[in-house]
């Protein structure tokens, strides 16, 4: 079936760096990505989004890079705060009507 | 974006028990769906909530194991039955904004079986 993965489990960064966080999916017919940001004990916080027609989006200190000939999605984050530390996801759509399938994770620490 | 409220936010419960969790959004959705989220995993599709008929759950989900109401557009619920250590996760509630296809979540309700 299909499937959304994440290059990297885990990212460090530096307060103030630029940090970016990778996603590969395998269903190119998928017109709708979001990303997702997952604090601890928490339910995950909708954070940008994208449709199949565009190939970058911006947001507050956040953008999200659409490659469809790759089928690569990416997260960036501008000078990141330790308020950043997380665990990132992104999610794919089919079709409208249809629920989002999610990638694996990738677990930001920004440390000061 | 809508408001989601989910209770209960935590629970411990006995082996072979069942627990009901229950989803309240402020405005009115037309879909609404649950996940699973293991411990240090993703979070995994159960079921679409169908207002009015049966839920529609996805591969290695079924109704005797993971029943769904959804009575009206505000209110939805999941129960968890006979359960096992292996129910042991965060079981979340989530809604489609009208118009945008935009996912919002639940606080979840994070589940401990004995």
């Known amino acids: 079936g299909e499937s959304v993965g994440l290059h990297l489990p885990t990212l460090s960064v530096q307060e103030g760096d630029n940090s970016i966080i990778n996603c590969a999916y395998s269903?190119?017919?998928?017109?709708?990505f979001i990303w997702y940001k997952q604090e601890s004990g928490k339910g995950p916080q909708f954070i940008i989004d994208?449709?199949?027609?565009?190939d970058k989006r911006q947001g507050q200190r956040v953008t999200v890079l659409l490659n469809k000939t790759v089928k690569h999605l990416s997260l960036q984050i501008a000078a990141t705060q330790p308020g950043d530390s997380a665990v990132y996801f992104c999610?794919?759509?089919?079709?409208?009507?249809?629920?989002?399938?999610f990638g694996k994770g990738t677990t930001l620490s920004v440390s000061s | 974006s809508a408001v989601i409220s989910q209770k209960p936010s935590r629970d411990i419960c006995q082996r072979g028990t069942s627990l009901t969790i229950q989803c309240q959004v402020d405005?009115?959705?037309?879909?609404m769906f649950w996940y699973r989220q293991q411990p240090g995993q993703s979070l995994t599709l159960i079921a679409t909530?169908?207002?009015?008929?049966?839920?529609?759950?996805e591969s290695g989900f079924v109704i005797d194991k993971f029943p769904i109401s959804r009575p009206n557009l505000t209110f939805s619920t999941l129960t968890v039955s006979n359960m096992s250590p292996e129910d042991s996760s965060i079981y979340l509630c989530?809604?489609?904004?009208?118009?945008?296809?935009?996912?919002?979540f639940g606080s979840g309700t994070q589940l401990s079986v004995l």
């Open positions: 989530s809604v489609e904004d009208q118009g945008s296809e935009k996912l919002f």
């Open positions: 269903n190119s017919a998928s017109d709708y």
């Open positions: 994208i449709r199949s027609n565009m």
């Open positions: 999610a794919e759509k089919f079709q409208a009507g249809t629920a989002l399938i």
């Open positions: 405005s009115q959705v037309t879909m």
């Open positions: 909530a169908n207002q009015g008929s049966e839920a529609t759950y």
